[in-house]
């Protein structure tokens, strides 16, 4: 009779089928995939964000650096003493005053995250363009977001009062 009752238990024990193991799975990977989608969409919105940022700062920069030329040597900007100056410019080292429409994305006015002139291949970079209209200046910023697919812009104007 203790025999008997041994084997009943063993063959009354279940365990988990292929099935019940391959939904388990299944459910497991839904979540992690989840959260890893999640996950990812926050890095690239963050990332976005401080690429927004920095182009923020470049364009600030930028216009410090255009009032500076305007107070030292105005001339480079609106002209006379033989000096013609360019509608669309971008200012570097807060002296040098660049044509951004000589070559469209002009080497010097394609700045990385520092605002010195990018190299090949460094990513972000931001083309800044100074467009002049009388005492307004409008200074466009534009760059690859972060996917690489999409490009961003900003846009700041300012304009001198005489």
């Given at each position: 009779?203790?025999?008997?009752?041994?084997?009943?238990s063993h063959y009354s024990e279940r365990g988990d089928?292929?099935?019940?193991?391959?939904?388990?799975?299944?459910?497991?990977?839904?979540?992690?995939?989840?959260?890893?989608?999640?996950?990812?969409?926050?890095?690239?919105?963050?990332?976005?964000?401080?690429?927004?940022?920095?182009?923020?700062?470049?364009?600030?920069?930028?216009?410090?650096?255009?009032?500076?030329?305007?107070?030292?040597?105005?001339?480079?900007?609106?002209?006379?003493?033989?000096?013609?100056?360019?509608?669309?410019?971008?200012?570097?080292?807060?002296?040098?005053?660049?044509?951004?429409?000589?070559?469209?994305?002009?080497?010097?006015?394609?700045?990385?995250?520092?605002?010195?002139?990018?190299?090949?291949?460094?990513?972000?970079?931001?083309?800044?363009?100074?467009?002049?209209?009388?005492?307004?200046?409008?200074?466009?910023?534009?760059?690859?977001?972060?996917?690489?697919?999409?490009?961003?812009?900003?846009?700041?104007?300012?304009?001198?009062?005489?």
């Amino acid at each position: 009779m203790f025999i008997r009752h041994l084997r009943r238990s063993h063959y009354s024990e279940r365990g988990d089928t292929i099935v019940e193991v391959l939904i388990s799975i299944a459910v497991v990977t839904m979540v992690l995939g989840g959260a890893y989608v999640t996950t990812n969409r926050s890095l690239l919105n963050t990332r976005g964000a401080q690429e927004r940022g920095t182009a923020l700062k470049l364009a600030e920069s930028q216009l410090e650096q255009l009032k500076s030329v305007i107070a030292v040597t105005p001339q480079k900007i609106f002209g006379g003493g033989g000096v013609t100056p360019p509608v669309h410019f971008c200012i570097v080292g807060g002296v040098t005053v660049y044509d951004s429409t000589v070559a469209p994305g002009n080497a010097n006015c394609k700045v990385d995250v520092n605002g010195t002139p990018a190299g090949a291949g460094v990513q972000p970079a931001y083309t800044i363009s100074i467009t002049r209209t009388g005492n307004s200046f409008t200074i466009d910023e534009s760059w690859q977001n972060v996917g690489g697919k999409v490009t961003d812009q900003l846009q700041l104007t300012y304009r001198i009062y005489e």
